[in-house]
């Protein structure tokens, strides 16, 4: 498993350098003991094949979002990462079908997370609330870049 784990982040970070992104960012996203926001922020940003060109730094993608009004208030860059809010982020952020009512009726964090669990984005016997590194930001990171492989940011422009 560890070793599957390992590939997706490899894999991301190769097509992450390939497909012109600052290698030292992704670097440093691995190396972080705790994931923060910043961090899912530049990635997501990057997800979309169309910011592929485009430069911009953790807090830039940062505020993107946040000018966007996807990023819950009381949150800030250095906020860490927890894999339910990281699951609302995707699923707000990104052009993505959800299967679930409850994630429709509600909008909420905790089902969201359900919904990337159900799309085997998040291990099965992850916990919302738990915090994670920065190695397995990026595999997570890559399984959804993975499973959606054509998902488009919905909001264009906020920057």
């Not at 097509?15 to 530049?42: F, H, M, N, P, R």
């Amino acid at each position: 498993m560890k070793k599957m784990f390992a590939f997706f982040a490899l894999c991301f970070i190769v097509l992450c350098a390939v497909s012109a992104q600052s290698a030292d960012i992704i670097g440093d996203i691995v190396k972080e003991e705790k994931t923060t926001w910043k961090s899912l922020t530049y990635l997501a940003y990057y997800s979309d094949d169309d910011n592929v060109d485009k430069s911009i730094s953790l807090a830039g993608a940062f505020e993107y979002f946040s000018n966007a009004g996807i990023i819950p208030s009381g949150v800030t860059p250095d906020t860490l990462l927890r894999y339910d809010d990281m699951s609302l982020f995707l699923l707000k952020a990104f052009d993505i079908k959800a299967t679930s009512i409850l994630y429709y009726c509600f909008h909420s964090r905790h089902y969201a997370f359900r919904q990337m669990k159900y799309y085997g984005v998040i291990k099965p016997d992850a916990f919302p609330g738990d915090k994670m590194t920065g190695s397995f930001f990026v595999t997570i990171m890559g399984k959804f870049s993975s499973t959606f492989p054509n998902a488009k940011l919905i909001y264009k422009g906020a920057y």
